[in-house]
């Protein structure tokens, strides 16, 4: 048993890529990516800063080296489409606070946090910077 965790062990570090905080952290990644179309993220726990914060950073590269346009996520449809709307520039909402704000059934906080209103406010600014071209959707 032992020899099977050290091995597993020595192939899991020889495949890991240390995150240092700086641009070039997922370029192996986006040379993984290559030219799919679609891109599955996960996390291995729901609400954890890290795992959302660096999911948003995969995503803002996938957008802007990439081409995606989408941004697809496992929550209720007339939640998410609201914030859609905010990211495009459309509907009413003042804020990505008050876009995110129609998240109050379970579980609002995978939604409804920091890093997710950060990243919306992201989109929506980067959407007001395209002069053509499909705006970024959620």
């Known amino acids: 048993m032992t020899a099977a ?3 597993s062990a020595a192939l899991l570090a020889a495949a890991a890529h240390p ?13 993984l990516v290559g030219e799919a179309r679609f891109v599955l993220l996960g996390e291995a ?3 954890t800063h890290e795992f959302y914060a660096e999911r948003a950073r995969i ?7 990439k081409g995606f346009t989408a941004v697809a996520v496992e929550a209720d449809w007339p939640d998410a489409y609201r914030v859609n709307r905010y990211v495009r520039g459309e509907g009413a909402d003042a804020d990505a606070n008050a ?4 998240f109050e059934r379970f579980p609002a906080w995978m939604w ?3 890093d997710v209103v950060q990243f919306a406010d992201w989109l929506r600014t980067h959407n007001a910077g395209l002069h053509a071209g499909p705006r970024i959707g959620f």
Do not use: F, V, W
């Open 99 to 102: 876009a995110l704000s129609g």
């Open 45 to 47: 726990t729901h609400g």
């Open 5 to 7: 965790i050290d091995t």
């Open 19 to 31: 995150l240092e905080g700086g641009p070039g952290d997922y370029d192996a990644l986006m040379k």
């Open 59 to 65: 995503t803002q590269r996938l957008i802007r080296e």
């Open 112 to 114: 409804r946090n920091a």
